[in-house]
């Protein structure tokens, strides 16, 4: 119950039906609020107890300083929690290992329960292992369940284990797009109050559903866990950047244009931890299936959340949908009634302003490996000429001599050249060089939620068998729509029929290629990049291209719409510019160009009008938690606490509450610290926690070895994040991971100073040894580290392998968050300071003071580091609120989170 300080309890009216609401307009200040900031408001005028939301921290929200830093704390309680299973699954292990751990501490494990709706969709164990042919959907399928029975029946487990947790089983859809297409709410309704809709999702692009007017973000796992048992997220009250959108997009260029651009525009104006939101006349014009699009990219350009409020656009896609009458007439009434619908010509109180005029988008890609790297398509060619010149070895073929890649002896016009022939299994022959796409993937929730960039997508494929093109014999082609929707409307349109021609078959509901499950490449192509050390490259129309992310084989990776996709996979090359270049011949040997094959928007248009229907979306979620026979079929172990099997290697105990008591242990300063690894800029966290292949000669392949496991059934790093063996092991073991410490070494690689001459070993074997020997580590980092997939497992991983403290020079919001869930200190260098101008080399011994301090409840600002070289300075201490003081106090969120349980 409120305490209802602002008399704001009221009553909504909508048909036969009466809600509890609790109205904006009783707080002083609430109307010139951006929308995003009044969701925030009705979230503390509902949840003031008094205590942890008080009337202070309401009228502070009412009071808001658009241009002030944000300094003022408050609690957010989030309706509910959306998971996908590669983050799910070690929640519901956490959850499992919690409600021993309270057993254990004389409390009452059902305690461990969610509080609030907690929803976990399986989209990222599929793998693109078959494709191009009508079966790799069904094979695909098989081959998942084989490698994946344990986690699942897991999941299973959970699903009856624990209260209002539900999950939507494998061959789905994409979580972002069930969640945008049957699980929002926009307006929630339970025990008879109405509210808007908000949540946490452990994928950082839960913002997707920003699109629907419906405020949440990405946070670690730990984070998660914590909301579901109740636990509100602890923010402070953002700053939020007005995105004006004016004009409409021209012919000829996509969502994805527009949202690339969008992603290189706020990524260079600086949104890290701000709000975004969308106003303006264009906003009107701009159709759902793109709010989401644009929404979903939320992670790329760093914003907190980037939202659309609601209006005839959203209504029109909750019908579409399958939403009940009453509930569209409710998200109406409510919207109206709060003042939460869209004034196009309204402009609220915002902290900064950008515009775009939506006229001025052209056609862009993304790439070679960030996703704010934007390519305007006509320099795409060029472009990848200059940028080839970092991939490519420069020793000759002798390795006596080394060249500037540009003077190599292989090359043509300046440009790198090494053509390799390749042999296929039916005997034919074709030759590959750098720049040769040999991934084109219509993948990831960013696109595969937008009909519009699908149906051109399927009517680039159309136009291109007609013409009798086909891709070119190296690329792997594959299709992974976010829900079965996608199909549907494609079988509706006579769609996949052309799809399939030119190779790009069903292979999964999924993520597949954008998290790192592309499969593996026909072999004859993956020996040749290997053997020839081809710089390749992949397309894929995902959101995420980071390095080593996409394929092992694949160093070049390039966002794209889901048409362009096909259009590279006919090119075959990046050495191609599709703008002006023949894709192929005709049947009669004329040359085909991108314009000959590219739909018109009016195409478009019609085949989205005609071909998608209230009636595919009822029948594809009509039953949506009940899976096929493959699931029910899976047998489950009974009982409110887990069976933990000592053989699984995917499934195991952790050991983050062992020897846990219920009074806390003081924190201490940090003394004798080696440096476990140094960093660069833009490290991710695939660089710190890898989702994809396991290799053999790597720690977690030789532990999956030692435990039986044949290299073809090691699956992903993904898949194995209920085993806290793999994922210590492949913490810091991206293969594009480039350690400092230990130069000219590629991977998890760093030197071991426990021993003497400090020999190069893997980053898990040194780990074990410091830990050993009693000696605390931290890891020293440049610009934007943590950013790209909220990975809990990269801020786990980082703890357990005796990482204490980590001193960079700016953090990603949600892995710095992360690091506190687990006892991690986050620090910062001086403001204009840098490792490198600090002259750290890594091989110091570091002691860290002042963090005592917080055992006197408070947070220093800064810590003083000093160096056994003499180097000194002071630290700036990121710990940003009271609640995450709490959290580190009590060694992680975990820990605070059951003491607090018990303690109930």
């Not at 007439?329 to 515009?355: H, M, N, R």
Request: glycine share 10%; proline share 6%.
């Amino acid at each position: 119950m409120s305490a209802n300080s602002f008399d704001a309890r009221s009553t909504l009216q909508v048909g036969d039906e009466s809600y509890e609401i609790f109205r904006l307009d009783k707080v002083e200040g609430s109307a010139r609020l951006p929308y995003s900031l009044k969701v925030l408001l009705e979230n503390l005028l509902r949840t003031e107890d008094g205590a942890n939301i008080t009337a202070d921290h309401i009228r502070a929200l009412g009071n808001w300083d658009s241009q002030a830093q944000p300094s003022q704390e408050i609690q957010f309680t989030p309706a509910r929690v959306i998971m996908q299973d590669f983050t799910g699954v070690p929640c519901v292990v956490d959850l499992a290992t919690m409600r021993e751990a309270v057993k254990e501490l004389g409390g009452d494990p059902a305690k461990v329960n969610p509080l609030s709706p907690a929803e976990l969709v399986i989209d990222h164990s599929v793998i693109a292992d078959k494709f191009g042919t009508k079966d790799a959907f069904g094979q695909n399928v098989e081959l998942e369940y084989g490698r994946n029975k344990e986690r699942y029946q897991f999941l299973r487990w959970g699903q009856t284990a624990f209260d209002d947790f539900k999950v939507v089983p494998p061959g789905t859809g994409i979580v972002h797009q069930v969640n945008i297409e049957h699980l929002a709410r926009t307006v929630m309704v339970r025990g008879g109050q109405a509210y808007p809709d908000t949540l946490v999702g452990t994928d950082s692009h839960t913002t997707m559903v920003n699109g629907l007017g419906v405020l949440g973000w990405g946070v670690g796992g730990i984070e998660a866990e914590a909301a579901m048992l109740g636990q509100p997220v602890s923010m402070l009250i953002p700053r939020v950047v007005g995105f004006k959108l004016t004009g409409e997009l021209p012919a000829g260029t996509t969502a994805t244009d527009l949202v690339l651009t969008i992603t290189e525009m706020l990524r260079k104006h600086g949104v890290v931890g701000k709000f975004v939101e969308f106003y303006g006349e264009g906003v009107a014009a701009t159709s759902l299936a793109n709010r989401a699009t644009i929404g979903n990219m939320s992670p790329e350009f760093g914003s907190t959340a980037a939202i659309f409020p609601i209006d005839g656009e959203t209504l029109n896609y909750l019908k579409l949908t399958g939403r009940s009458e009453q509930q569209v007439a409710l998200v109406e009434a409510y919207a109206k009634e709060q003042g939460l619908w869209l004034d196009p010509a309204a402009e609220p109180d915002f902290s900064e302003k950008l515009e775009l005029d939506l006229s001025t988008v052209v056609p862009s890609i993304a790439g070679p490996k960030r996703p704010q790297d934007r390519i305007v398509l006509a320099d795409a060619k060029a472009q990848f000429e200059r940028d080839v010149l970092n991939y490519v070895s420069t020793a000759d073929e002798a390795g006596e001599e080394s060249f500037p890649a540009s003077d190599a002896p292989a090359a043509s016009n300046g440009v790198p050249s090494n053509p390799v022939t390749v042999t296929a299994p039916d005997g034919s022959t074709y030759t590959i060089d750098h720049g040769a796409v040999t991934v084109a993937a219509i993948t990831s929730c960013t696109n595969t939620s937008n009909p519009y960039v699908m149906v051109a997508a399927a009517l680039v494929a159309k136009k291109a068998v007609e013409k009798g093109l086909t891709r070119k014999p190296w690329v792997k082609t594959t299709l992974a729509p976010g829900s079965k929707v996608v199909t549907d409307y494609f079988d509706k349109a006579g769609l996949t029929p052309y799809l399939d021609k030119v190779g790009f078959n069903l292979v999964g509901y999924g993520c597949t290629t954008c998290i790192g499950n592309s499969g593996p490449l026909p072999e004859e192509v993956s020996k040749a990049v290997n053997d020839h050390d081809l710089a390749v490259t992949s397309v894929l129309s995902g959101n995420r291209n980071f390095e080593g992310r996409i394929n092992p084989d694949v160093k070049m990776n390039y966002l794209a719409s889901p048409p362009l996709v096909v259009a590279y996979a006919l090119a075959g090359s990046m050495k191609v510019d599709i703008t002006k270049d023949a894709l192929g011949t005709d049947t009669d040997g004329n040359p085909v160009f991108l314009k000959d094959i590219w739909p018109s928007e009016a195409e478009v248009n019609d085949v989205v009008a005609n071909a998608i229907g209230e009636d595919m979306f009822n029948k594809s979620y009509q039953d949506v938690f009940a899976g096929d026979a493959q699931w029910q079929a899976l047998p489950i172990p009974t009982g409110n606490t887990f069976e933990w099997d000592a053989e699984s290697t995917y499934v195991r105990k952790p050991p983050y509450f062992e020897g846990m008591t219920m009074e806390t242990t003081p924190v201490t300063d940090i003394a004798g610290a080696r440096v476990l690894a140094k960093l660069g800029d833009s490290v991710t966290t695939d660089h710190i926690s890898p989702a994809g292949a396991i290799k053999a000669d790597t720690p977690a392949g030789q532990y999956l070895t030692e435990h039986g496991v044949e290299r073809r059934d090691f699956n992903s790093y993904g898949s194995r994040r209920g085993n806290h063996e793999v994922m210590i092991r492949g913490t810091f073991a991206n293969i594009r991971l480039r350690n400092q410490i230990a130069p000219g070494t590629e991977g998890g690689f760093t030197r071991d100073f426990t021993q003497a001459d400090a020999p190069v070993s893997f980053i898990y074997d040194a780990s074990q040894n410091y830990q050993a020997a009693g000696i605390p580590l931290v890891i020293l980092g440049g610009k934007e580290y943590g950013s790209g997939s909220s990975r809990d497992w990269a801020a786990k991983g980082t703890a357990l392998l005796g990482v204490k403290a980590v001193i960079t020079e700016s953090y990603e919001r949600i892995h710095r968050s992360n690091l506190i869930g687990m006892g991690v200190l986050p620090l910062q260098f001086p403001a204009g300071q840098s490792a490198d101008s600090l002259g750290l080399t890594g091989e110091e011994t570091f002691s860290i003071a002042g963090i005592t301090e917080l055992n006197e409840g408070t947070t220093p600002s800064t810590v003083k580091v000093t160096t056994d070289t003499g180097v000194e300075f002071d630290a700036v201490v990121r710990i940003d609120t009271p609640g995450e003081a709490d959290y580190y106090r009590n060694g992680g969120i975990m820990q605070y989170v059951l003491r607090s349980l018990i303690r109930k």
